[in-house]
């Protein structure tokens, strides 16, 4: 699947978070997704980099523009440096939480998104790669 | 940009949010308008997010945490003017805003303020 | 193509008026459709290709992926849409660029009868151009053909889903035919956008003309009524013959407090004493 473009946002801090939603709506707005979907993956974006923030002790959004004809993708993969999950299927369900939100970041995101993927183990941090479809 | 204003209209607190918070200015929203309440003995809060592009769970529990306070200090919130592709993205994602009553405009939103404070003051 | 063109500009430059005169004979005599195209049109468009064809071969080589060749491609879309609007098949509109082989194969074996190794190598370069040319076309032919498809999927899409104002601040959505999921999220969208449009708090969708209600299409009319609400407008979804409301039931789905009504009347009903709309006495 060719990526035919890249670029990398560091997980810093609140305002990283913002410039994540930022860079993703740029992007999905220039491979013309409807703005339902803009806000679908945006939206996505946003729980999984906060996710990244509050759990990983931060790290970064690699995103990739992706050209399979007919159609163009968007993929995102976030990499944090945190203590990793022990129970990747415990932590997608619904309102499963350990930083006292709602719960809803990793299995609401997965919902937003066509593909979604976590790889982790305790103590080697989080990689969480989704992928839209246009 | 890291204050959201907050203007007062009657006994109404009216908030229009037009920028994409991060979270720390949606925090400081949150002590800001409690305080206002408090200060101006408001009956009601008008949220407008009719220029807001993106409602991520953060934001909406925020919302949700400004309407559970304000009850309890008598004010009833009304969040106005979700975008339809919010919505749908909101509904998605598992957050359906439990307790907080919403409209379709600020007018609207005004309305049902007006509404609901007749009925407590008849009470 | 390691290959360039020596004679095949000059041949062109040269004998430009005949090759147009030859070319516009061959495609009248073998045309099926007779009169589709008017001579003038085929004339101007036959020309044009002269001329592009010319400039790009002495200066582009026989690269047509080179921008030399951007206009004669242009050109060839242009007259490719154009062809297929008017009904023309993705063979007789490549047959354009074919039948011009035949007249401009005549003028270089006149032109270089005494250099055989130069007729070989120009002849085998101007085919696989013209070739790839005239593959071309088809290929904007088929693209046009499929946008047209998109389109009118789309517009039905949209003719099958209208959403009509029933009165100042109550919308209706007659659902007609099988729901899938793709359709569902095209009403959804559109239901959702006519409600901020029009400043309507109350949405009726009306299922009378829906055979089926599957768990999937439950979900979704769900998610629609969710929506709605996070908005600011109460939905009402009439309509549930007793097959559906039997499925409803069999499926275990569970509509929670969304407000059902059996027909359009009695919803239309409902909506306006929400609205605390004040009704005449009925008959």
Redesign the interface.
Same mark, same amino acid.
């Given at each position: 699947m060719p990526v035919v473009k890249e670029e990398t946002v560091a997980i810093g801090s609140d305002a990283d978070v913002v410039l994540v939603r930022q860079r993703v709506r740029r992007r999905a707005q220039e491979l013309r997704f409807s703005l339902v979907d803009q806000t679908k993956l945006v939206t996505a974006a946003s729980e999984l980099a906060r996710n990244a923030l509050e759990h990983g002790r931060g790290g970064e959004m690699l995103l990739q523009v992706l050209e399979e004809p007919p159609r163009s993708g968007l993929r995102l993969v976030f990499v944090d440096r945190g203590p990793g999950i022990s129970n990747v299927e415990l932590a997608m369900k619904d309102g499963y939480t350990t930083g006292g939100g709602l719960g809803l970041g990793l299995g609401g995101a997965k919902r937003l998104v066509n593909e979604f993927a976590v790889e982790s183990a305790p103590g080697a941090g989080t990689r969480v790669t989704v992928t839209k479809w246009h | 940009m890291d204050r959201i204003p907050i203007l007062r209209m009657g006994e109404f607190l009216l908030v229009t949010i037009q920028v994409?918070?991060?979270?720390?200015l949606a925090l400081t929203l949150q002590d800001d308008l409690t305080a206002q309440i408090t200060r101006t003995g408001a009956r009601g809060v008008l949220i407008d997010i009719s220029s807001l592009?993106?409602?991520?769970?953060?934001i909406?529990?925020m919302l949700g945490s400004i309407a559970s306070m304000a009850r309890l200090m008598n004010a009833e919130t009304v969040v106005?003017g979700?975008?339809?592709?919010?919505?749908? /993205? @909101?509904?998605?994602?598992?957050? /359906? @805003?439990h307790g907080i009553r919403?409209? @379709?405009?600020v007018e609207?939103?005004m309305a049902l303020l007006r509404a609901g404070a007749a009925r407590r003051s008849r009470a | 193509m390691a290959v360039n063109l020596i004679h095949l500009p000059r041949i062109l430059e040269r004998h430009g008026e005949a090759l147009l005169a030859d070319w516009i004979r061959e495609q009248l005599q073998s045309r099926s459709r007779t009169g589709a195209i008017k001579e003038g049109e085929l004339r101007e468009q036959c020309a044009e290709f002269l001329r592009l064809f010319r400039e790009a071969t002495t200066k582009g080589g026989v690269d047509m992926t080179r921008p030399e060749y951007g206009p004669l491609r242009e050109l060839l879309a242009n007259v490719s849409a154009s062809r297929g609007a008017q009904g023309f098949s993705p063979s007789e509109t490549a047959k354009f660029v074919f039948s011009f082989k035949r007249p401009l194969f005549m003028r270089l074996r006149e032109e270089l009868m005494r250099d055989p190794v130069a007729l070989a190598d120009e002849t085998w370069a101007a085919t696989e151009l013209l070739d790839e040319l005239g593959l071309y076309t088809t290929e904007v032919y088929q693209k046009a053909r499929e946008a047209v498809i998109v389109r009118q999927q789309e517009e039905m899409l949209e003719l099958s889903t209208p959403v009509v104002k029933l009165w100042d601040g109550i919308l209706a959505l007659p659902m007609i035919g099988t729901l899938d999921s793709n359709r569902t999220q095209v009403v959804m969208e559109t239901l959702l956008e006519k409600i901020v449009e029009t400043g309507s708090e109350v949405a009726i969708i009306d299922i009378t003309g829906v055979p089926t209600v599957d768990t999937l299409v439950a979900q979704h009319l769900m998610k629609t009524v969710a929506a709605a609400r996070l908005m600011g407008a109460e939905c009402i979804i009439s309509g549930i013959r007793p097959a559906i409301a039997q499925t409803i039931v069999h499926l275990a789905i569970d509509l929670g407090t969304v407000v059902t009504k059996a027909n359009l009347a009695d919803a239309f009903k409902a909506a306006l004493d929400k609205l605390g709309v004040a009704q005449l006495p009925g008959r």
């Amino acid at each position: 699947m060719p990526v035919v473009k890249e670029e990398t946002v560091a997980i810093g801090s609140d305002a990283d978070v913002v410039l994540v939603r930022q860079r993703v709506r740029r992007r999905a707005q220039e491979l013309r997704f409807s703005l339902v979907d803009q806000t679908k993956l945006v939206t996505a974006a946003s729980e999984l980099a906060r996710n990244a923030l509050e759990h990983g002790r931060g790290g970064e959004m690699l995103l990739q523009v992706l050209e399979e004809p007919p159609r163009s993708g968007l993929r995102l993969v976030f990499v944090d440096r945190g203590p990793g999950i022990s129970n990747v299927e415990l932590a997608m369900k619904d309102g499963y939480t350990t930083g006292g939100g709602l719960g809803l970041g990793l299995g609401g995101a997965k919902r937003l998104v066509n593909e979604f993927a976590v790889e982790s183990a305790p103590g080697a941090g989080t990689r969480v790669t989704v992928t839209k479809w246009h | 940009m890291d204050r959201i204003p907050i203007l007062r209209m009657g006994e109404f607190l009216l908030v229009t949010i037009q920028v994409d918070m991060h979270d720390q200015l949606a925090l400081t929203l949150q002590d800001d308008l409690t305080a206002q309440i408090t200060r101006t003995g408001a009956r009601g809060v008008l949220i407008d997010i009719s220029s807001l592009d993106v409602v991520d769970s953060f934001i909406g529990r925020m919302l949700g945490s400004i309407a559970s306070m304000a009850r309890l200090m008598n004010a009833e919130t009304v969040v106005v003017g979700m975008q339809p592709s919010v919505a749908i /993205t @909101l509904v998605e994602l598992g957050l /359906t @805003l439990h307790g907080i009553r919403t409209a @379709l405009n600020v007018e609207k939103g005004m309305a049902l303020l007006r509404a609901g404070a007749a009925r407590r003051s008849r009470a | 193509m390691a290959v360039n063109l020596i004679h095949l500009p000059r041949i062109l430059e040269r004998h430009g008026e005949a090759l147009l005169a030859d070319w516009i004979r061959e495609q009248l005599q073998s045309r099926s459709r007779t009169g589709a195209i008017k001579e003038g049109e085929l004339r101007e468009q036959c020309a044009e290709f002269l001329r592009l064809f010319r400039e790009a071969t002495t200066k582009g080589g026989v690269d047509m992926t080179r921008p030399e060749y951007g206009p004669l491609r242009e050109l060839l879309a242009n007259v490719s849409a154009s062809r297929g609007a008017q009904g023309f098949s993705p063979s007789e509109t490549a047959k354009f660029v074919f039948s011009f082989k035949r007249p401009l194969f005549m003028r270089l074996r006149e032109e270089l009868m005494r250099d055989p190794v130069a007729l070989a190598d120009e002849t085998w370069a101007a085919t696989e151009l013209l070739d790839e040319l005239g593959l071309y076309t088809t290929e904007v032919y088929q693209k046009a053909r499929e946008a047209v498809i998109v389109r009118q999927q789309e517009e039905m899409l949209e003719l099958s889903t209208p959403v009509v104002k029933l009165w100042d601040g109550i919308l209706a959505l007659p659902m007609i035919g099988t729901l899938d999921s793709n359709r569902t999220q095209v009403v959804m969208e559109t239901l959702l956008e006519k409600i901020v449009e029009t400043g309507s708090e109350v949405a009726i969708i009306d299922i009378t003309g829906v055979p089926t209600v599957d768990t999937l299409v439950a979900q979704h009319l769900m998610k629609t009524v969710a929506a709605a609400r996070l908005m600011g407008a109460e939905c009402i979804i009439s309509g549930i013959r007793p097959a559906i409301a039997q499925t409803i039931v069999h499926l275990a789905i569970d509509l929670g407090t969304v407000v059902t009504k059996a027909n359009l009347a009695d919803a239309f009903k409902a909506a306006l004493d929400k609205l605390g709309v004040a009704q005449l006495p009925g008959r």
